[in-house]
């Protein structure tokens, strides 16, 4: 029994020693921390030879030996040491830039490369071996891929592909991108006739082959589609982009004298040619040129940035168009006023005929100063301006005289006009006072003539209202008189008819008299014996009755 509690006590032992030599190989030398801004890179030390066509072991298949294609992200991982191999690597970083501190040149370009956003240009070490001449290869080529890495976080095995920042096309407002496809078919140029010469002859002359734009979807050269403003991530081995600001620009050309920063003497950019009458014009100018989106394919095809439009351009042009359209006009006529600016028109119309075909609008060609030389160069510009303003005066002063003259004139036309309105002023009046006059005695006529019928008018209605009283009385008084007859008759038959009712005259007299008796003290009579009479009433209608008893008896 002892001998086997040892056995077991052995064994667990055992155990507990194996399973602590585990975790202690399994957390120390199994165990792999990968960073945040890390990844790990795990080679297998057995398996198959890897394909000739293949450098890392393809993902989910470890039957080869190698370095595997996945790579694994931050975190904790468990490997055999023994099967195993691993490093880790730090992950791929595209910056975005901060557009917040973007400032933009002349030319459209940030100044701050720091903050431009970029891309990654991806370089595939392994696949297929791509057509002789072709610099970017599609997916499963090996070189450098026409894909790429927008700004972010990648974890890229650098046993299998190599990552290149290239910075990203930034086209800032007011501007568009013009886009040039440098892969493809090649483009057929021709050659191109330009309406510029130089300053020496003011004859055309044909210039070398210029680059045209693409005609086709795979030919490469410039594309007629340009970029609007905003942030492209286009591989810089397909496409080049050239900022060109559009809108309108001006350009001085102006004689300047000394030296500017550094002691370098200042380039004198004024035109000079000769006017009819032999003199030399040196002339400044401010030209306002602009272009469209659409002009800038064109542009940069047939002349190039911005700046070759100044130099190549606009200032050439200018030198023929001044030489063609300043010999037709004398010294005096360029620097006075309506001959100059007639001059300055010519000079504009011409100048934006010469550059029609090169896709630049001439806006105004402004004519700033000019000063007259002679065959010794000597300045003639002061004596001419004294002669044309003397000149000035002399004509100023002669329509002085003139318009005092005219002045004079008219203020004796006025005066004798005036005197017209004054007797017309007094006719008019004379008129009005007899018209007045007349007006008055017809009001006053009919203002009688209506007082007079209204009298009449008045004494016809009293008329009418006395006759209207008089019948009035007369029916009154008629009808009073009936009334009264009427009342008297009914008077008369009523009595008749209490006589008759009474029997005779004397009974009906005895009634009124009763009815009208109404003693207004009580007196007592004594009668002698007997009953003592207190009611008058009652005794008024008892011999009352008495009577007619008597009298009907009678009858």
Known sequence: MEKFKKLILAGVITLSLLLGFYLIMH??????????????????????????????????????????????????????????????????????????????????????????????????????????????????????????????TYKINPQQKDVSLEYATVVPPGS?????????????????????????????????????????????????????????????????????????????????????????????????????????????????????????????????GVDQVRDNVIEPAMKAACQNEGARYTAKELIQGSTRSEFQDALSKSLEKHMESRNVHVLLALVRNITVRDNTGKDQTTGLLQTIQQTNIEIERDLTNQQKTTTATKKATLEQEQKLIDVARETVAGDTKVKTAGLAAEGEKKAAEIDAKRELDVADIEKQIAELDAKRTEILGKATADVERMKNEAEAKGAKLMIDAFGTPQSYNLYIFAKNFEPKDLRLIFAGPGTLWTDLKSFEQVGATKVIQQTQEKK
């Open 27 to 152: 957390w120390m030398f199994e165990r792999a921390y990968v960073g945040p801004d890390e990844a790990l890179m795990v080679s297998n030390k057995f398996g198959d030879a890897l394909p000739i066509e293949r450098i890392v072991v393809p993902a989910n298949d470890n039957r080869f030996k190698g370095v595997q294609q996945e790579l694994r992200g931050p975190g904790r991982y468990f490997l055999n040491p023994l099967t195993h191999s691993w490093k880790t690597v730090p992950l791929i970083n595209i910056p975005a830039g901060d557009p917040v501190q973007w400032q933009f040149d002349g030319q459209g370009h940030i100044k701050d490369q720091k903050t431009i956003p970029m891309i990654g240009l991806v370089s595939l070490k392994e696949g297929k071996t791509p057509p002789p001449g072709m610099d970017v290869v599609d997916a499963g080529y090996k070189g450098i891929q026409r894909e790429v890495l927008t700004p972010g």
């Open 176 to 304: 568009v991108g013009v886009v040039t496809r440098l892969t493809g078919d090649a483009v057929a140029v021709e050659s191109v006739s330009l309406s510029v010469a130089p300053a020496t002859s003011p004859s055309t002359q044909p210039v070398a082959p210029l680059t045209r734009l693409v005609t086709g979807p795979t030919q490469r050269g410039i594309l007629k589609d340009v970029l609007q403003p905003g942030i492209y991530y286009l591989n810089p081995r397909l496409m080049k982009v050239n900022i060109v600001p559009v809108g309108y620009d001006a350009i001085t050309l102006e004689h300047k004298g000394g030296s500017g920063k550094g002691g370098k003497a200042v380039e004198d950019t004024s035109i000079k040619f000769y006017s009819s009458d032999g003199y030399q014009i040196e002339a400044d100018f401010t030209v306002v040129w602009g272009r469209s989106p659409t002009d800038a394919p064109n542009i940069v095809a047939n002349i190039g």
